[in-house]
T-cell receptor
């Protein structure tokens, strides 16, 4: 069965800390995505990656960076955490190219991050 | 740019009621359309999809039809159950830009017994 695993369900950090959120997929998907979910705003794309070491900014990249050193792993980094980054973070993966547009993305269970 | 608009929530219904959650979209070309569901404490799961005009996606008693003329993809279910309580997201997958998903704001549905 398809599996996207996020390293933590709940995380509490302090303002100014560097925070790492990890995501691993076992489906050999080319594309991986990081979203944040906030009430009334739905899901907003932070960054995505379409290949190892490749990345593109999404709609709200400010304050975040990403790393993809291996195909199955995609990390989201909060360089200096701030309280407005308190949110639910969701990782997803999916196929690319050709008929990939017809295929869904597969999501992890999310990490609820609180910045104090 | 591409966008998705869902009906405002929250929506509260009694068990066995008829459900409609409206979704309209703005996009270039012919995107694929999706409904995702998020149960409490979980990530998003694909509920159904449609990839071209007039396609009907269906799953677990839910249905939605891709209407190109009205740019809509409304979600319907004839008789809801308490277990359908969740947040529902309409989304489109653009034909441009690495095929990323664009989501609506989500609609929280609560079904009372």
């Amino acid at each position: 069965d398809v599996k996207v695993t996020q390293s933590s369900r709940y995380l509490v950090k302090r303002t100014g800390e560097k925070v790492f959120l990890e995501c691993v997929q076992d489906m050999d998907h080319e594309n991986m995505f990081w979203y944040r979910q906030d009430p009334g705003l739905g899901l907003r794309l932070i960054y995505f990656s379409y290949d190892v070491k490749m990345k593109e900014k999404g709609d709200i990249p400010e304050g975040y960076s990403v790393s993809r050193e291996k195909k199955e792993r995609f990390s989201l980094i909060l360089e200096s955490a701030s309280t407005n980054q308190t949110s639910m973070y969701l990782c997803a993966s999916g196929v690319s190219g050709g008929t990939g547009g017809n295929q869904p993305q597969h999501f992890g269970d999310g990490t609820r991050l609180s910045i104090l | 740019g591409d966008s998705v608009t869902q009906m405002e929530g929250p929506v509260t219904l009694s068990e066995e009621a008829f459900l409609t959650i409206n979704c309209t979209y703005t996009a270039t070309g012919y995107p694929s359309l999706f409904w995702y569901v998020q149960y409490p404490g979980e990530g998003l799961q694909l509920l159904l999809k449609a990839t071209k005009a007039d396609d009907k996606g269906s799953n677990k008693g839910f249905e939605a039809t891709y209407r190109k003329e009205t740019t809509s993809f409304h979600l319907e279910k004839g008789s809801v159950q308490v277990s359908d309580s969740a947040v529902y997201f309409c989304a489109l997958r653009s034909i441009q830009g690495a095929q990323k998903l664009v989501f609506g704001q989500g609609t929280r549905l609560t079904i009372n017994p």
